[in-house]
């Protein structure tokens, strides 16, 4: 996959056109990629630099002095609830995703496995909630969420968001291409319906389980909307209704703003690093994105 | 490895069971017979469909009865009005507006997106060093928030000032720094909104042209050149775009759902002012700013749900959208 597909044939001796070709190509490559790092850089080098620095008449590409100092400035500045909110965002980023994969997994298992008489009917009032985009239904929500008590509560950022139709109809798709012969093999060895799922099943699909995690993960941790209108309270604040409260309305050290905004995509940097074949595959496989 | 995905059942391998393999399978069904599966679909399927009940219907269905009704600071209607709040927000303008807004902005974000991805894509994907590299860099924004990518640009790319960058980069050419956010004319807040989108949005889009182009047959080219066509343009415009057209299709309905569904930069980046709100920022000051009107919140989220869906089931008509053409 990495050398065969150019669209060159083997074999066939280089033009000098090809070859300027082939340079231009990398050229471009190079440009843009510098362009896309830009703004990485600049949160880095704004953490790491004063106010002045920043807000300089004489713009630096390269900051001076790099003041290191700034991040325990941050974390124990008691006007900027960075730990608090990084803790609150993991806490939603792992369980949300954990939840979401548990109750979707299952759902979708039944729908593509277990013969039931209205399965098809069931599956169409799941069909039918993917038309209606989540972003919207944040109204109606918000009522619901707030008459059962749970505005600024970890619940409320939580519970709504694990019934997702679109990932239980990935599963059910994923699960109708499970290989049958397994599932009948640990039935003739004598395991029921659940344990067959979580002897045989779950643990020879982790490789969709981990892509579906992955991204499901970084939609968490990224959320803004939901967080935003259910966080009214600061001990309930994510980490991005955190930066964008001090973006819009308070005043905050500048510098102290893009450190904590650095620091709040730290995870997910390591996420991309780490798992990036899971995540590649997910989004090849399934083209989500919340 | 196929992307289907966004589609409905494809044919062959992993389509719905017919009625006869239904039957089939139910008698053969790990000896509980029917009453036992009926048990364990619920045991599997139960919880999810109990919280799709409570959290998806129960709220949809609740907002459409607020629709009808005055409901301002309570979640609970005090005044039946009818259709008087489908009315007003239809008509008093700052709605209509939001609307107007998303479709400039889907017009604009939508070709571009799908140009700049298919070429970055076409790029890493004739690339022989260094692929996983650039196919890396081009994806990593992804991982950022828009929050945090509005913060970039607001304060530090396009800041009004002299020492934001694109002002800093303009005053080498010897050009006057602009205000790039806080006016209406000339909009140069569009510049802001897009470039932000697109650095956020272009790797995700990329991904899924790569994953489709790798899956067309080489033998497709060799064939053409053989019968004389040039790699290039010509190759492109007859092989290469006609075989990437159902990943295009996926590709566009996803850019505009995601382009209705703006909310974050614009908050951002154009806190408390009137223009350039898109829809859900609009229901969000109407519904949990000050007055907190749910009546006109609720009506306004289901116009706006009714026209996605309608949207949706447009583009599948159109396009085939669905179905398996390969």
Redesign the interface.
């Given at each position: 996959?990495?050398?065969s597909?150019?669209?060159?044939?083997r074999g066939r001796p280089r033009t000098v056109s090809e070859r300027a070709g082939s340079v231009a190509?990398?050229t471009?490559?190079v440009v843009?990629?510098l362009l896309?790092?830009?703004?990485?850089y600049?949160?880095i080098r704004?953490s790491l630099a004063t106010d002045a620095d920043?807000?300089?008449?004489n713009?630096k590409f390269f900051p001076t002095v790099l003041h290191w100092e700034n991040i325990p400035e941050l974390f124990n500045d008691p006007a900027v609830p960075m730990a608090r909110s990084m803790w609150n965002s993991l806490v939603v980023g792992v369980l949300g995703t954990a939840g979401q994969l548990l109750?979707?997994s299952?759902?979708g298992?039944?729908?593509a496995r277990?013969?039931?008489?209205h399965?098809?009917k069931?599956?169409y009032?799941?069909l039918a909630?993917l038309?209606?985009?989540s972003?919207?239904?944040?109204?109606?929500?918000?009522?619901?969420v707030?008459?059962l008590g749970w505005v600024s509560s970890l619940q409320g950022l939580i519970?709504?968001g694990?019934?997702s139709?679109f990932t239980?109809f990935?599963f059910r798709?994923y699960f109708?291409?499970f290989p049958k012969e397994l599932e009948e093999a640990a039935?003739i060895d004598g395991l029921?319906?659940?344990g067959t799922?979580w002897r045989i099943v779950v643990p020879n699909s982790t490789g969709f389980f981990s892509a579906i995690a992955v991204i499901t993960f970084?939609t968490n941790?990224?959320a803004?909307?939901w967080p935003?209108?259910i966080g009214q309270d600061q001990s309930s604040w994510t980490v991005?209704v955190a930066?964008?409260t001090f973006?819009?309305?308070q005043t905050v050290n500048?510098h102290e703003?893009?450190l904590a905004?650095s620091v709040?995509?730290l995870p997910?940097?390591l996420?991309?690093l780490f798992l990036?074949r899971y995540l590649?595959e997910g989004?090849?496989?399934?083209?989500?994105?919340g | 490895?196929t992307?289907?995905?966004?589609g409905g059942?494809r044919p062959g391998?992993?389509?719905?069971p017919g009625p006869a393999a239904?039957a089939k399978?139910?008698a053969r069904?790990?000896g509980h017979g029917?009453r036992g599966?009926?048990r364990?679909?619920w045991?599997?399927?139960g919880?999810?469909?109990a919280?799709?009940l409570?959290?998806?219907?129960?709220?949809?269905g609740?907002?459409f009865y607020?629709s009808l009704f005055q409901a301002q600071n309570t979640?609970a209607p005090t005044k039946f009005v009818g259709l008087d709040n489908y009315a007003d927000i239809l008509t008093e303008g700052p709605f209509t507006d939001s609307l107007w807004t998303f479709t400039l902005f889907a017009l604009i974000v939508v070709p571009l997106t799908y140009v700049l991805a298919l070429a970055?894509a076409l790029?890493?994907?004739?690339?022989?060093?260094a692929?996983?590299f650039?196919?890396?860099?081009?994806?990593?924004?992804?991982?950022?928030?828009?929050?945090?990518?509005?913060?970039?640009?607001?304060?530090?790319?396009f800041n009004g000032?002299?020492?934001?960058?694109a002002n800093?980069v303009l005053g080498w050419f010897g050009i006057e720094p602009i205000a790039w956010i806080g006016t209406v004319s000339p909009p140069w807040y569009w510049m802001v909104l897009v470039t932000l989108r697109l650095?956020l949005q272009l790797?995700?889009y990329m991904?899924?042209f790569?994953?489709a182009?790798?899956q067309i047959p080489?033998e497709l080219?060799?064939a053409a050149?053989t019968d004389g066509a040039r790699?290039g343009w010509q190759?492109f415009r007859h092989i290469t775009l006609p075989q990437l057209r159902t990943t295009s299709v996926?590709?566009v309905l996803?850019m505009l759902?995601?382009a209705?569904?703006a909310?974050?930069e614009f908050?951002?980046l154009l806190?408390n002012t009137p223009y350039a709100r898109p829809p859900?920022v609009y229901?969000?000051y109407t519904?949990?700013g000050q007055g907190q009107d749910?009546g006109h919140?609720?009506a306004?989220?289901l116009v706006?749900?009714a026209l996605?869906?309608m949207v949706?089931l447009l583009q599948g008509r159109i396009f085939g959208f669905g179905k398996a053409d390969r």
């Open positions: 996959m990495a050398t597909s150019t669209t060159h044939v190509l990398y471009v490559a843009v990629a896309f790092l830009v703004p990485f600049l949160l704004n920043i807000t300089g008449a713009w109750v979707c299952l759902a298992y039944a729908l277990v013969p039931y008489r399965a098809n069931i599956f009032a799941v909630t038309m209606i985009p972003a919207v239904t944040f109204v109606p929500s918000f009522v619901l707030s008459s519970v709504p694990l019934f139709g239980a990935l798709q109708l291409g039935r029921g319906s659940w799922y970084i941790w990224n803004f909307l935003l209108v991005q930066l964008s973006t819009t309305a500048i703003l893009f905004a709040s995509i997910l940097v996420v991309f990036q590649v989004v090849a496989h399934t083209g989500i994105k | 490895m992307t289907t995905t966004t059942a391998a992993t389509a719905p239904k399978a139910k069904h790990d029917v599966s009926t364990t679909f045991l599997f399927a919880p999810f469909l919280g799709l409570l959290f998806v219907y129960v709220p949809v609740w907002s607020l979640v970055l790029l890493v994907h004739r690339i022989s060093v692929r996983a650039f196919r890396s860099v081009f994806f990593i924004p992804t991982a950022c928030s828009y929050v945090v990518a509005s913060m970039v640009w607001k304060l530090s790319i000032v002299r020492f934001g960058l800093t650095w790797g995700f991904i899924l790569l994953a182009l790798q080489k080219y060799e050149w790699p190759t996926a590709v996803l759902i995601a209705y569904q909310f974050d908050y951002n806190p859900l229901l969000y519904a949990l749910f919140g609720s306004g989220a706006l749900s996605i869906t949706t």
